[in-house]
């Protein structure tokens, strides 16, 4: 998207941040196989000053994990709130030039919803995928690499669960996107309702025409609330779906992963990595469905 170009002079804080989130992943995807030497070598064969050696290794992973975490999001931040004051400047530079005739196209009402609740949605979008689209693919693709090291048989969950996965965040990110063009239509019809109601408020007291303005804005708050009703819905019905998969998929682990210990061909230590590994998997999907959740709002927002 054209928008993008407003993060080319931040390009360094981007990499930064992006470097910081691969040493986060890395370090996420470090902890669990840290934690499966504990069992397999410490306490399944009690020696104490094993687990005290590699318990103080998590410990010194997990306090950078927390410094990286901070300095990431806090750039991370900086960066989007920056790539939202230079929209916004942009735009209200761009509406200062505009003949009568355009500005008559587009209204107030619209324009005043472009400035700042468009923009605002684009923003959001920034924060979270400095913060979230970027980790998401580090964890799910270094997850799987690490839940393969574990035990290869067991993995092949993990290539029923994440197409199925896909499928299910693809079908409702098609349905929402027209929803969420749809909304910002209708919040551009409240504000105008709303602008026309307060600068003709005295011709309206004049000709005592309260009751006709209430209705139009109550028509026009209607048609929004049934629109975000409907995005509502959809979102609340792909939230549980995804929760029973992401439920279904550790039960599936844990049995398979039983039946391979029992039978020796697995160490119980791995078994309490994959867990984890597989955990952090189905984590990055969910962080990329709640980037669908706002992407598709955003999308539409930065066509307009």
Do not use: C
Not at 9 to 21: E, K, W
Not at 156 to 166: E, Q, R
Not at 282 to 290: D, G, I, P, Y
């Amino acid at each position: 998207m054209r928008i993008l170009r407003f993060l080319k002079p931040y390009r360094a804080q981007i990499a930064l941040v992006m470097g910081l989130l691969l040493v986060q992943a890395i370090g996420n995807l470090y902890l669990p196989d840290l934690n499966a030497d504990i069992i397999n070598n410490g306490i399944a064969k009690a020696d104490t000053d094993y687990i005290v050696r590699t318990g103080g290794v998590m410990i010194a992973v997990t306090l950078l994990l927390g410094l990286v975490s901070i300095t990431s999001v806090y750039f991370g931040a900086r960066t989007a709130m920056a790539f939202g004051r230079d929209v916004r400047h942009a735009v209200f530079r761009r509406v200062q030039d505009f003949s009568l005739a355009e500005l008559n196209r587009f209204g107030a009402p619209s324009l005043i919803t472009r400035t700042t609740n468009d923009v605002q949605q684009t923003q959001m979008v920034v924060v979270m995928g400095l913060n979230v689209m970027v980790l998401a693919p580090f964890m799910g693709i270094g997850g799987i690499i690490m839940a393969l090291r574990q035990d290869v048989p067991l993995s092949g969950i993990i290539a029923v669960v994440i197409p199925l996965l896909a499928v299910i965040i693809g079908l409702m990110a098609r349905r929402a996107l027209p929803l969420f063009k749809s909304m910002q239509l209708r919040i551009d019809r409240v504000n105008q309702v709303m602008r026309e109601k307060l600068s003709g408020i005295r011709v309206i007291r004049a000709f005592v025409r309260d009751a006709h303005e209430q209705r139009r804005f109550d028509v026009a708050n209607r048609d929004l609330s049934q629109t975000m009703l409907s995005v509502g819905r959809l979102f609340a019905v792909m939230m549980p779906v995804v929760m029973a998969i992401f439920n279904l998929s550790l039960v599936a682990t844990m049995w398979f992963g039983g039946l391979r210990i029992e039978s020796g061909a697995m160490p119980i230590g791995n078994l309490t990595a994959f867990l984890t590994y597989i955990t952090q998997i189905l984590m990055s999907v969910m962080m990329a469905t709640l980037m669908f959740v706002m992407v598709p709002r955003a999308s539409a927002s930065a066509e307009r």
